[in-house]
């Protein structure tokens, strides 16, 4: 691990090396997300431009405890391989935190919600709780069992959440409308979206021209709610469509259970020789790959929270200045009518993903001129260090004193 030309590198991430004045005060970021997260990452970074030292518990590589710099401390924990086992490990996690004797916290889970309540009562110390997601929404469509019981399911959790969150120091949410409900049960809010970074793009932004629209690419999660199954049919459909096209594909998955259902998958359905399986990578080398593609996938499923969210790649498409293909659902329409050029297309269809590829292509310079255009709008307003990273500086210089 190394400070090169003032950043901080592990083998799995990389910050920024701050320059403000150290305060000498501790902010313990706890979570079962896996060492890596970016939107964690980003978070981290405001803390620790606000003079704050950042030590990081999360699970994933190679386990122990390490200091990469003199402001940041890191404890690893191995990586579950199901979602069960990621439940099993909060309260390890969550003793971690409390040992840590930091002079905060900054959660990133619905789950650590308990040990954190506690940990405010009994400390008197500030508690931030992170809003990745709408949790009602997203753990009621999960819960095994009859639909009519997602009814009833959201609203206990969405008192659950209300009940622990209230007694702590504040929210930093992920969308408006989250910030909304946070703030209507009298919480300090601060409003965050998963804008990328700017290191995402770099100082030479790169145009987009016809060829690289015969480079796709989908970086996400590749679980069924984020269309696993609609990737791999797209590939097939691609290599009769658009033979010419080459559809990059990163194998990304949140458990080892994910991972053989995916390749199970590839195994039923066979490999065309168009899909190109990358391996994952660290967050500040994505932008060399987007920038080497021309349209972007997102392939969201109507489950759960998905027609209120966007999803963090399609924020990461826009800035680069890819065209897309995405599950036409309320939130990512929205946005792509507004910010994007690209087509959107019925979630469960792998066809109609094909489509949009071939519309895009046979369109190629008008498509690549509206392109640019968007992403210039996109560098100057989804910019985490310009629009997000203030607010979330101000809340926890307010919080942790």
Request: glycine share 6%.
């Amino acid at each position: 691990m190394d400070v090169p030309n003032g950043q901080i590198r592990t083998d799995r991430w990389q910050l920024r090396a701050p320059t403000a004045p150290a305060l000498r005060r501790t902010v313990c970021v706890p979570t079962v997300h896996p060492v890596g997260d970016q939107r964690i990452l980003r978070c981290a970074q405001s803390v620790l431009d606000a003079g704050f030292d950042v030590h990081f518990i999360w699970l994933g590589g190679e386990p122990g405890e390490s200091q990469p710099h003199d402001r940041v401390r890191e404890t690893r924990l191995p990586a579950p391989t199901s979602f069960r086992e990621r439940i099993r490990l909060v309260p390890r996690v969550a003793e971690l935190a409390r040992r840590a004797d930091p002079d905060g916290w900054h959660i990133h889970d619905f789950y650590l919600l308990p040990q954190a309540r506690r940990w405010a009562r009994r400390t008197g110390r500030p508690v931030l709780y992170d809003v990745h997601e709408y949790y009602p929404e997203y753990y009621s469509e999960r819960l095994p069992g009859p639909r009519l019981l997602r009814r009833p399911a959201h609203r206990m959790i969405t008192g659950v959440e209300r009940r622990y969150a209230s007694v702590l120091a504040g929210a930093n949410v992920a969308t408006e409308e989250l910030g909304d409900r946070f703030r209507g049960w009298g919480i300090p809010t601060s409003v965050t979206p998963n804008y990328p970074a700017d290191a995402l793009v770099g100082d030479a932004p790169r145009p987009l021209v016809p060829e690289l629209l015969r480079r796709v690419v989908h970086t996400g999660t590749l679980t069924s709610m984020f269309g696993a199954e609609v990737i791999v049919g797209l590939a097939h459909e691609l290599a009769r469509v658009a033979p010419e096209v080459e559809f990059l594909v990163v194998r990304r998955f949140p458990s080892a259970a994910a991972r053989r259902a995916f390749e199970e998958l590839l195994r039923r359905h066979g490999t065309p020789a168009n899909l190109v399986l990358l391996d994952p990578m660290p967050p500040h080398e994505v932008g060399r790959l987007l920038a080497s593609c021309g349209i972007g996938v997102s392939a969201l499923q109507d489950v759960g929270q998905a027609a209120l969210c966007v999803s963090t790649k399609l924020y990461e498409y826009a800035t680069v200045g890819l065209a897309v293909v995405a599950s036409d659902l309320p939130a990512t329409r929205r946005f792509v009518t507004r910010s994007m050029v690209g087509v959107l297309a019925d979630p469960r269809r792998p066809a109609a993903f094909a489509q949009g590829v071939r519309r895009l292509l046979d369109d190629a310079d008008e498509v690549c001129v509206a392109a640019d255009r968007h992403a210039a709008a996109a560098r100057a307003e989804l910019s985490w260090e310009r629009t997000c990273a203030p607010r979330l500086r101000t809340l926890v210089s307010q919080a942790v004193r």
